[in-house]
């Protein structure tokens, strides 16, 4: 009796330590990928940039993150804290729920193949017709057509499972073999297929921008330095991205095809193994914001503008400039203008 005793209580004591760190971790991730994600929406939106091809996609990932942000966060903290499916999402709430993470992973990684796709033919093939927006917004509704087929198919593996201690979980399983066997296939086609494509398109533009690094500047016109050098920032915030994929999801697709298929003899989902996996999966939400963060230059720029606009519409700073009469565009176009004049005003008089 003392032993069972014992034993209950160093398994409350662990899953409520288990329960801390996934409460910090993604809690972490909950708040820091929202405001990312939504700074990332503010400045795609805010001057119509979204008419631009790797904008757009930008945007759909930064939907797909905030999606499973929203969705996924809060009902796996809740059954985290109860160590069990929350009974009032019964079965029902365990497909949807799992198929939206599902749909949006997959969304996520068709993204990234089409991003692939652009930025291959920008860089190795400039001179090629380019793609369109309106080719990319159609790419785009195709990236959830499949994101939805794939969580279709996810969902009828799905089932709550009794463990031995008597909970309740969400989990993968189905006796029938042709169920499983076209997840696989779905998987592969619309996950492992398009990572495949996407990594041999970045190991291409790699060997492109080095190529094109070895020339001389001198050879070439400004315009197509300044364009490599476009390319060159483009190409390593994708080229981040995709190993930072690679690294948060391939655990998840590794664990969630050994439970499909491993009859019960595989990781539980709120073991510190599961716990990893999962976090690890919705830490990739932070990367698309905090890349561009990190890495763009002009996007840090406009969080800089922004920022100003608004302690300036919350009275908290004076606007040092007023609104331009003539062509009714913000008091920054007014600043830029007059700090170039005030160059070309200098530059004139070292030349006298």
Known sequence: MTNNANTSSDFDETTSVHHIVRSTWLSFVFVFGTVGNFLLFAVILRKGRIANVANLFNLNLAVGDLIRIFVFIPVYLVYSAHVEWPPGLGLVGCKVVLMIVQSSLTVSIVTLLFMSMERYQAVVNPLKKQMTIRLARFLVVISWILGFITSIWFSMSLHLVTDRNGRVGCDTRSTQSWITDALLLLIIATQWLPGVVFTAAYIKIILKL?????????????????????????????????????????????????????????????????????????????????????????????????????????????????????????????????????????????EE
């Open 210 to 350: 080095r190529r094109d690094s070895a020339i001389n500047p001198s050879d070439v016109s400004q315009s197509s330095q300044n364009r490599h050098r476009r390319n060159l920032r483009a190409a390593r915030i994708l080229v981040i991205e995709v190993v930072l994929f690679l690294a948060c999801l391939y655990p998840f697709y590794h664990y969630s095809m050994a439970r499909a298929f491993a009859n019960g003899a595989s990781v539980a989902p709120m073991s510190v193994e599961g716990m990893l996996v999962y976090c690890l999966m919705m830490t990739y939400s932070l990367i698309n914001p905090f890349c561009h963060i990190l890495f763009n230059s002009e996007f840090r720029g406009e969080l800089v503008k922004m920022n100003y606009q608004l302690k300036v519409f919350c009275h908290l700073e004076k606007n040092r400039v007023s609104e331009c009469s003539h062509c009714h565009r913000s008091g920054w176009h007014l600043h830029y203008e007059e700090t170039r004049n005030n160059e070309e005003r200098t530059n004139t008089i070292r």
